[in-house]
């Protein structure tokens, strides 16, 4: 199937710096990426979807100046967690979307590996 | 309101034996369902798709089930190995240009 990187896996920042998070599709072109964020035992809960050359569509209660999501090419998407504190410390995975025009299933989603951000 | 609801909750089984996870949804109108797994710290993995013309996909050890009609699925798991200890997701897609819908999971632990 599919391939969908994600980088880094984990990353440790102190409070108040940004971290950038990305997001590749490696043999496949996405025109939509999709931004989950996931607790300890929680299931995955959509933070943004975002259209490669648009602006990202945030989830309620998603701040957009906080995670800040960029889609410049069909191949790669990256979050941007501004300012980050330690109640963003969080469990992050990227996703992206291939339209199956033929043969029916609709659309598929593939996942990236996710990346651990832990914030002191 | 488009749902899915996974049982049990938790599962703890013997090394060996077999499985069997449930899957009930409300999404509509239907595409595909998908089931996951996911090990701790780790994005999910795609084990089977299915779409409302197909009743059962295999996957290795690995069986899936949906009956469209009652909207229901299972994932059925046979001889059961340490390794497949993780959780493992259903997921539901609508047609058009709609979120995935995730259930919660199952956190299945296999013990020698």
């Known amino acids: 199937g599919a391939v969908v990187s994600q980088h880094p896996s984990w990353v440790i920042c102190k409070s108040g710096t940004s971290v950038k998070i990305e997001c590749r599709s490696l043999d496949f072109q996405a025109t939509t990426m999709f931004w989950y964020r996931q607790f300890p035992k929680q299931s995955l809960m959509l933070m943004a979807t975002s259209n490669e050359g648009s602006k990202a569509t945030y989830e309620q209660g998603v701040e957009k100046d906080k995670f800040l999501i960029n889609h410049a090419s069909l191949t790669l998407s990256t979050l941007t967690v501004t300012s980050a504190h330690p109640e963003d410390s969080s469990f992050y995975i990227c996703s992206a979307r291939v339209i199956r025009l033929a043969g029916g299933g609709g659309n598929i989603q593939y996942f990236g590996a996710g990346t651990r951000l832990s914030v002191l | 309101k488009n749902q899915v609801e996974q049982s049990p909750q938790s599962l703890i089984i013997l090394e060996g034996k077999n499985c069997t996870l449930q899957?009930?949804?409300?999404?509509?109108?239907?595409?595909?369902l998908r089931w996951y797994k996911q090990d701790t710290g780790r994005g999910p993995v795609s084990l089977t798709i299915?779409?409302?013309?197909?009743n059962t996909k295999s996957n290795g050890r690995y069986t899936a089930t949906l009956d469209a009609d009652t909207k229901q699925s299972s994932l059925h798991i046979t001889a059961s190995q340490l390794s497949d200890s993780a959780s493992y997701i259903c997921?539901?897609?609508?047609?058009?240009?709609?979120?995935?819908?995730f259930g919660k999971g199952t956190r299945l632990s296999v013990i020698a």
């Open positions: 997921v539901v897609s609508a047609e058009g240009n709609t979120p995935l819908v």
């Open positions: 899957c009930n949804y409300t999404v509509s109108p239907f595409s595909n």
């Open positions: 299915m779409t409302f013309s197909e």
